[in-house]
Structure formats: structure tokens, C-alpha cells
T-cell receptor, first 115, second 113 residues
């Protein structure tokens, strides 16, 4: 299994500022995914990040608001830009297992509160 | 990806067997059924996956009837630590679309002493 760490684990930010969340994996992986989980809700996929190419965003999410970097096969960042209180959520990254069942491993999440 | 429907919440007591049913009427031929578990303040964790009949591992069993339009996750003799949200997902694990997991509302299981 893959071990995933995220930094920061939580943060409280002011409206209008930006926060960059880091995701580190203990093995090389092709695809990494970023999800958002709003309080008491299910997970929603933000984007898929492949190393060496632009991230692919899901409907409702745009690069200007959630720029993603994927500089190598073990690391990715998600930036939440120009934050508003509606961005208060838990942000999680995940990676595929590479197994036939396509099991994904998730990081512990970053809890973001925007005041 | 097929849409899934689960109960919003369930309550149980320690030592009981818990069965959570998921409906997926539009499941496609190549689709598998996968369940994830999410504890508070953690990311989801893969529990079990199956295509038809019954699958069992050290954590749970998954029962899938012949028509595959529903499935039941069975947790034997639950403990307080099984309190979590359980998500049912349906898709083709070999299809590129399935790599983008689509989570439904999930079932919030509360186990009491």
C-alpha cells in the first residue's frame, strides 16, 4: 500500500488569501487525484494530476482557482486561490494502487477554514 | 458511472451483524462494486470489491445477487471502532473513468455500546 502525507493538516486563513497544500507519496505513482469534502458531505473530485502534463479538472473546478503542480512522481500541490468562506473544506489527495481493482489510497486530508 | 443509492444512516450495537445495502439499477456489464470506509478526520479506505455472488475478506463480506442491481456489505460482529461512513461505488476498475472515483452520499454507521 502507498503511504500518503499532506501538509498542512489544517489551517485557518483569511478571505482573499491563497493556501498551497502539499501531498507526498512514499512511492512513484502515475496519477494523483485531488478531492474536496465539504463539512458533513461526500467527496467530490477536483482534478487529476499526471506528472509532466497539465492537470485535468472536473466540471465546476477551474485552474485559476485551484492550480495544481505535479513536478515529479511522488509529489503534488494544490493551491486554493483567492479564498472565500465557501472554500472551507477538507482537501484530500489520493493515488491509485496500480492493482486490477483500482484501489485508491487517500491522504489524511487538510482541513481548511476560511474566515 | 452508475448511480448508487444507500441509506443515509444506520444504528447498531456492539457484537451485532450490520448489513448495508446499495442500489445500482443501471450497473453495466463491466462494472464492479466497490466499498470504501471513512473514519472521522481520515481519508476513505478501500474495504472490498466484487463482481457477482459473494466476496469475503478479513474485514467484510459483499453479497451481490444475480441481477447485480444491488449489493450488500456485511460487517460481522461490529465494534465501536466500526463507526464510520461507508461508501458504495460502481464502475469498471479497468476503465479510465473509474480511476476518478465518484462518491455517493454514503451510509453513516453508528455503533453503540
Amino acid at each position: 500500500s502507498a503511504v500518503i502525507s499532506q501538509k498542512p493538516s489544517r489551517d485557518i486563513c483569511q478571505r482573499g488569501t491563497s493556501l498551497t497544500i502539499q501531498c507526498q507519496v512514499d512511492s512513484q505513482v502515475t496519477m494523483m487525484f485531488w478531492y474536496r469534502q465539504q463539512p458533513g458531505q461526500s467527496l467530490t473530485l477536483i482534478a487529476t494530476a499526471n506528472q509532466g502534463s497539465e492537470a485535468t479538472y472536473e466540471s465546476g473546478f477551474v485552474i485559476d482557482k485551484f492550480p495544481i503542480s505535479r513536478p515529479n512522481l511522488t509529489f503534488s500541490t494544490l493551491t486554493v486561490s483567492n479564498m472565500s468562506p465557501e472554500d472551507s473544506s477538507i482537501y484530500l489527495c489520493s493515488v491509485g494502487s496500480g492493482r486490477a481493482n483500482n484501489e485508491q489510497f487517500f491522504g489524511p486530508g487538510t482541513r481548511l477554514t476560511v474566515l | 458511472l452508475a448511480k448508487t443509492t444507500q441509506p443515509i444512516s444506520m444504528d447498531s450495537y456492539e457484537g451485532q451483524e450490520v448489513n448495508i445495502t446499495c442500489s445500482h439499477n443501471n450497473i453495466a456489464t463491466n462494472d464492479y462494486i466497490t466499498w470504501y470506509q471513512q473514519f472521522p478526520s481520515q481519508g476513505p479506505r478501500f474495504i472490498i470489491q466484487g463482481y457477482k455472488t459473494k466476496v469475503t475478506n478479513e474485514v467484510a463480506s459483499l453479497f451481490i445477487p444475480a441481477d447485480r442491481k444491488s449489493s450488500t456489505l456485511s460487517l460481522p460482529r461490529v465494534s465501536l471502532s466500526d463507526t464510520a461512513v461507508y461508501y458504495c461505488l460502481v464502475g469498471d476498475p479497468l476503465g479510465t473513468g473509474f480511476q476518478k472515483l465518484v462518491f455517493g452520499t454514503g451510509t453513516r454507521l453508528l455503533v453503540s455500546p
